[in-house]
């Protein structure tokens, strides 16, 4: 019997870094015995889901098969459509991150082996996608519903995902606005034990505050890289800034570092990023002691702060241009319409809860443009108990 995930792995790793889809395509239908395939990638807003294979689908299949594709995507399950034909959609997942639904149109409704089969398939695919995106642009043009502004086109570069699951937690963010952000900013590294997540409240905006926050967070990777905790990585990175801007410019950055193990957080606010946490039904905000920002003084020095998360707290990291975020005759969207906002999430897992916050926050402007870049970062802790989960 052919190992279908084996030979559509085999065929990925030889096709060029742009013809994944067409490479999964040939193998699947010959393999499986599939009608057609399609291959659906989320865009920068994660407000739709687009075809690389057949980007001319009439409106009304487009519609149809785009429902579906939401509902694969929202559920991260799979899902089936039709009996004869049938329609079988599959998330596009590699470590948490979501990029995508896989379709594939059978001639009969498959049963668990299929689809079993059928989901290996995805995840291979979505491995090499993850590995090509750095190789060829077809990916993120296909991603983009319109032009990205050079600052927003290096902030999206900059960014290490849009979401990352482990045993102990889940952990997703989102830039708005998606095609125009300047400053605001987020990252994270998982090594070992040890979660480290920074959220940046860039000062500014357009190119100017794209390039200041790129210098911020690539002096908090090369400190984190050689080995420094937070306060090293606050130190050298406030440093860096201050000897190129002399306290003219500086970085509102809150970094905190979670031990996978225990729950146990260390902190360092340097600046505006809010911090919330929600448990059960109750929102509250998380008082840090406020330092300096980034790069205000010479040789800052930071202080460490503790706190400790139990197994079903949610934590949601915002910057100023979503807490104090106040259309006109209204009060900042942080006294009190957020709160609704994040209880609203609470069923939800964190990969969609950063965008329902972002689309309230959308409603409470009218719809209208954002008066400034906002950062939505939410993580679930699960906690050890998970440990020996798969």
């Known amino acids: 019997m052919v190992d279908v995930p084996d030979v559509v792995s085999r065929a990925l790793r030889d096709a060029p870094p742009d013809q994944l889809a067409e490479a999964a395509d040939r193998v699947i239908r010959s393999t499986m015995g599939a009608l057609r395939t399609d291959v659906f990638v989320a865009d920068y807003r994660i407000s739709g889901l687009w075809p690389l294979l057949d980007p001319d689908l009439p409106a009304a299949g487009f519609l149809a098969c785009h429902t579906v594709a939401q509902r694969c995507f929202s559920s991260q399950q799979p899902v089936r459509d039709g009996e004869g034909p049938c329609r ?98 987020f990252d994270w590294s998982l090594d070992g034990d040890r979660l480290t997540l920074t959220v940046l409240n860039g000062e500014g905006n357009g190119l100017a505050a794209s390039m200041l926050t790129s210098v911020t967070v690539n002096a908090m990777r090369n400190a984190r890289r050689s080995g420094g905790g937070l306060v090293e990585q606050a130190e050298l990175a406030s440093d860096t800034v201050f000897y190129q801007h002399r306290g003219q410019r500086y970085v509102a950055t809150l970094l905190l570092e979670v031990d996978t193990r225990t729950g146990q957080v260390r902190a360092v606010d340097a600046g505006s ?41 949610r934590l949601f990291v915002v910057s100023d241009g979503v807490w104090a975020a106040e259309p006109p005759g209204q009060e900042p969207y942080g006294q009190r319409v957020m709160a609704r906002s994040l209880r609203a999430t609470r069923l939800q897992p964190a990969a969609e809860a950063v965008g329902t916050v972002m689309r309230e926050l959308h409603a409470y402007h009218a719809e209208s443009d954002l008066r400034d870049d906002a950062v939505v970062v939410c993580l679930d802790w699960r906690g050890p108990r998970e440990r020996g989960s798969g």
């Open 88 to 185: 079988l959609y599959l998330p596009l997942t590699v470590w948490g991150e979501r990029l995508g639904v896989l379709l594939i149109e059978l001639p009969d409704v498959p049963g668990p082996a299929v689809t079993g089969r059928a989901t290996d398939v995805a995840g291979a695919l979505a491995v090499a996608m993850r590995a090509a995106d750095r190789e060829t642009d077809r990916y993120r043009r296909a991603r983009r519903r319109e032009r990205l502004t050079m600052a927003a086109e290096m902030q999206w570069d900059l960014l290490p995902g849009r979401s990352v699951a482990h045993r102990a937690f889940d952990l997703a963010g989102q830039l708005e606005p998606a095609y125009t952000v300047g400053g605001d900013h």
């Open 273 to 313: 990023p809010h911090l919330l946490r929600m448990r059960g039904s109750v929102v509250e905000q998380i008082k840090l002691d406020q330092q300096l920002p980034l790069g205000m003084f010479a040789e800052t020095r930071y202080e460490l702060q503790e706190l400790r998360l139990e197994p079903g707290d």
